[in-house]
C-alpha cells in the first residue's frame, strides 16, 4: 500500500509540472511580437503591390500584335553619284639601273683626294664626281669615245665627240674634229672652275699625239722641244673625264677620301634610269590598260600622278605571281625617286566614271527575268507582310559596295529595299 501512494504521488506530480511547461511553451511564441507584426505589413504590401501592377499593365490589343509580328523593310535611297570601280592593283616599287662611272685607265696609286658628290646627290653633264690622286674627274655627255691624252693640233673622232661633248654643257665650242683654242680654253675654264690648276703638257704627260694626226701641225705638236714654251701648252688628259649616259643621275654609291679605286670599286655609282612600280594583271584588267595611261600611285601616305610605261606579253605563272601580264609604271615627281626598292604600293587608273544613279550593291536581286529592285508597296493593319514592287533595271558597273544602274522608272531618293 505504501508503494501504490508513492506512486500516485509520482503520478500527480507529474501532471502537476505538465501544465506549467505549456504555459511556457505558450508565453514563448508571443515573446516577439514586433516581428510578426512586420512579417505581417510586408506580406499585405507584396498582395497590394501585385494587384496594383496588374491593374497598370494592359495587354495589347489584337492590332499592335499584328503590328509586331510584321517584318521590318529595310531601304535605302537611290542616289546620282560616283561609283568608283576602279580595280585597285598591288605593285612593288622596283630600283632603277645603276651604273658604274669608270675611267679607262688608272693612275698609280689611284687614291680618293676629294669627294665632290654624296649618296642622293644629281649629277649631270659637266659635274664634278671627285678626284684621284690630285686630278679631278668630270662626266660628260655619253658617247666619249676619248681614248688617249689630247694636245693643241691633234685630230680625230675622238676629238669630235669631245667637242660634242662640251658643247652640250655650253661650251662655245666648234665641232671640228681638231684640237683648237677654243677646246683647250674650254677645258682650262672647266678645271680652273672647280679650283684646279689648268692642265698642261708638263702636268698631263709627255705630248705624244696618237697616229691620226696629220699634217704639219700634228708634227710639231709630236715635238714639244722645238717649242720654247711647250711644257706650258694646254692638254687635255683623257683620265679626267668619265661618259654620263643621261641628262640627270642620282649618285648610289661615293668612295669617300682615302679610299682605293679599282675597276670594281669606281669612284662613283649612279642611278641611271628612274624607279618604277611593278605588279602582274590578269588578263580581263590587262585588256583595260594601256601604255600611256595615267595611273595613281598611293605609298603610305604618299601619293604621285604616274603612267603606265610598258605591259609585257602574257607570262605564265610563276614565283606566287599569277598567270598576266606585267605593268610598268613610271613617275616624274621628284619625291617618287625617293621611295625604297621593295616598298609596297597601291596603283589605280586616274580616270574614275561620271556621276550616274547608283544603290547599294545589296539591294541588287536577280531572277530568270534578269536583274531588278523592289520598292515599297502600300500596307494595312490587315496585311501580315508588306507589299513591294518589282523594278527591272540594268546593271552598269560596282565598286566600293555600290552599283551604277540605268532605270527609266527609277530617279534619285526613291526608296528601295535591301536584302
Known amino acids: ?249 642620282t649618285v648610289t654609291q661615293s668612295l669617300p677620301v682615302g679610299a682605293v679605286v679599282a675597276k670594281d670599286t669606281p669612284l662613283v655609282t649612279v642611278q641611271i634610269s628612274a624607279n618604277t612600280v611593278s605588279f602582274r594583271a590578269d588578263a580581263v584588267l590587262a585588256a583595260k590598260l594601256s601604255e600611256g595611261q595615267g595611273v595613281s600611285i598611293q605609298a603610305d601616305t604618299q601619293q604621285f600622278a604616274g603612267t603606265i610605261a610598258a605591259i609585257s606579253e602574257f607570262t605564265e605563272a610563276s614565283e606566287g605571281k599569277i598567270p598576266g601580264r606585267d605593268i610598268t609604271v613610271t613617275s616624274s615627281d621628284p619625291k617618287f625617286a625617293e621611295l625604297k626598292a621593295g616598298l609596297s604600293v597601291t596603283v589605280l587608273p586616274q580616270a574614275p566614271h561620271e556621276k550616274s544613279l547608283a544603290v547599294p550593291t545589296v539591294a541588287i536581286r536577280q531572277d530568270s527575268e534578269g536583274n531588278y529592285l523592289l520598292i515599297p508597296g502600300a500596307t494595312g493593319a490587315d496585311t501580315k507582310q508588306p507589299t513591294s514592287q518589282r523594278i527591272p533595271v540594268t546593271i552598269n558597273y560596282s565598286g566600293n559596295g555600290w552599283t551604277a544602274i540605268s532605270s527609266d522608272l527609277l530617279k534619285p531618293g526613291a526608296e528601295v529595299i535591301l536584302r
Open 1 to 249: 500500500m505504501a508503494d501504490r501512494h508513492l506512486a500516485d504521488d509520482d503520478e500527480s506530480s507529474v501532471a502537476d509540472r505538465e501544465p506549467s511547461e505549456h504555459s511556457r511553451g505558450r508565453l514563448r511564441r508571443i515573446e516577439h511580437p514586433i516581428r510578426a507584426v512586420v512579417w505581417a505589413v510586408v506580406l499585405v504590401a507584396a498582395i497590394t503591390a501585385s494587384f496594383l501592377t496588374g491593374r497598370l499593365v494592359q495587354v495589347p490589343d489584337r492590332d499592335q500584335l499584328a503590328q509586331a509580328q510584321r517584318p521590318i523593310q529595310v531601304t535605302a535611297q537611290v542616289e546620282e553619284r560616283v561609283v568608283d570601280a576602279r580595280t585597285v592593283m598591288v605593285g612593288r616599287v622596283v630600283a632603277g639601273r645603276t651604273q658604274m662611272l669608270n675611267m679607262n685607265s688608272l693612275p698609280e696609286p689611284a687614291v680618293v683626294t676629294r669627294q665632290a658628290v654624296k649618296v642622293g646627290d644629281i649629277i649631270r653633264p659637266g659635274s664634278l664626281i671627285g678626284a684621284i690622286s690630285g686630278k679631278p674627274v668630270f662626266a660628260l655627255s655619253a658617247p666619249l669615245g676619248l681614248y688617249r691624252d689630247l694636245y693643241t693640233h691633234d685630230s680625230g673622232d675622238d676629238v669630235s665627240s669631245l667637242q660634242q661633248a662640251l658643247r652640250g654643257i655650253g661650251a662655245d665650242v666648234d665641232v671640228t674634229g681638231r684640237v683648237n683654242w677654243k677646246t683647250t680654253a674650254a677645258i682650262t675654264k672647266l678645271f680652273v672652275g672647280k679650283g684646279f690648276p689648268a692642265p698642261t703638257r708638263a702636268t698631263v704627260g709627255a705630248g705624244k699625239s696618237s697616229p691620226s694626226g696629220t699634217g704639219e701641225e700634228s708634227a710639231a705638236s709630236s715635238h714639244p722641244a722645238d717649242k720654247p714654251n711647250a711644257q706650258d701648252d694646254p692638254a687635255i688628259p683623257y683620265t679626267s673625264f668619265v661618259p654620263l649616259p643621261v641628262a640627270e643621275a
